[in-house]
């Protein structure tokens, strides 16, 4: 018997630099190796956002080597759920995909007391997305 299948998802936001890197990061540290993640942009900044990186360091999550990566039409076809965070239309669409948007603010231009609720909403969300595929999230 071959081992199930391991559910992979894309996060999606414009710059890839907030929300999309943070929902990466915490997905892979909750999902661990149960699950395959990616993000992108449809708009890449230069850098990831320093709000976002201190308010996932301030959780033990270490994201300062990642860099924004453009959003591809195989990136979406290689996922089974393609999260979608603010990048509206520029999000390539294919039949059997399952699709969700997260509404979330975005963490651009502010300081990390404003990234941190939207760190723990974000955290929030994997967590149930992490119950909805059936992967058990890491303690």
């Known amino acids: 018997?071959?081992?199930?299948?391991?559910?992979?998802?894309?996060f999606v936001c414009v710059h890839n630099a907030g929300r999309s890197q943070m929902a990466?990061?915490?997905?892979?540290?909750?999902?661990?190796?149960?699950?395959?993640?990616?993000?992108?942009?449809?708009?890449?900044?230069?850098?990831?956002?320093?709000?976002?990186l201190e308010a996932l360091a301030e959780v033990g999550i270490d994201i300062s080597a990642e860099t924004p990566?453009?959003?591809?039409?195989?990136?979406?076809?290689?996922?089974?759920?393609?999260?979608?965070?603010?990048?509206?239309d520029a999000c390539p669409y294919f039949p059997g995909k399952r699709y969700l948007d997260w509404k979330l603010d975005d963490p651009a231009g502010?300081?990390?007391?404003?990234?941190?609720?939207i760190r723990d909403e974000i955290e929030r969300r994997v967590r149930g997305l992490l119950a909805d595929l059936g992967v058990e999230a890491a303690a």
């Open 1 to 10: 018997m071959s081992a199930p299948a391991v559910p992979s998802v894309l």
């Open 24 to 52: 990466a990061a915490l997905l892979a540290r909750l999902g661990g190796d149960r699950v395959e993640v990616r993000s992108a942009g449809s708009a890449p900044a230069d850098t990831v956002n320093p709000a976002a």
């Open 69 to 88: 990566k453009v959003l591809t039409t195989e990136a979406v076809q290689a996922s089974d759920v393609v999260i979608t965070m603010g990048c509206g």
């Open 110 to 117: 502010q300081g990390v007391d404003a990234v941190r609720p």
